[in-house]
């Protein structure tokens, strides 16, 4: 009986910590995702009331080769309205070419292995920071 009451005990206490979880989940989530079908875009909710971001699921695909591009999302500042970057999905014959300034390569998403996904910032001004290494590590490859 005494252990039955210590279970009872044990599970009581439990509920209640999670009730407080629970009471405590009101809280803003720490990230904002935009879901894409080839990866995701998880910017922190602190960044992203200062963002605006479009994503468009339209693409262009050529039915005899497989080859294509799409599934953009672009990340603008919400102020100004100016494009600080975005990320697509493209084979090769549509990416941007090996090395092009200011794009890091994430990978192919496993559903479309033919395409990579690509973080890029736009090239002007040229005197603008590089900061697409920065942005890269918001966007994960599905």
């Known amino acids: 009986m005494r252990r039955i009451a210590m279970i009872g005990f044990a599970l009581a206490t439990v509920s209640v910590l999670l009730a407080g979880c629970a009471a405590g989940s009101s809280q803003e989530p720490l990230y904002t995702t935009v879901d894409t079908p080839y990866y995701d875009v998880m910017l922190p909710t602190s960044l992203f009331s200062s963002f605006a971001v479009d994503y468009d699921d339209s ?3 050529d039915g005899d ?3 294509g591009i799409g599934f953009c999302v672009s990340v603008c500042d ?3 309205g100016e494009p600080l970057w975005y990320v697509l999905c493209a ?3 549509y990416g941007p070419d090996p090395g092009f300034p200011r794009t890091v390569d994430k990978g192919a998403p496993s559903a479309w292995p033919a395409a990579h996904v690509y973080v890029s910032q736009p090239i002007f001004p040229i005197d603008a920071p590089d900061r697409v290494a920065v ?7 599905k």
């Open 65 to 67: 080769t497989g080859e």
């Open 78 to 80: 919400e102020g100004s």
């Open 135 to 141: 942005y890269a590590r918001y966007v994960a490859v």
């Open 91 to 93: 084979t090769s014959s």
């Open 59 to 61: 693409y262009r695909l």
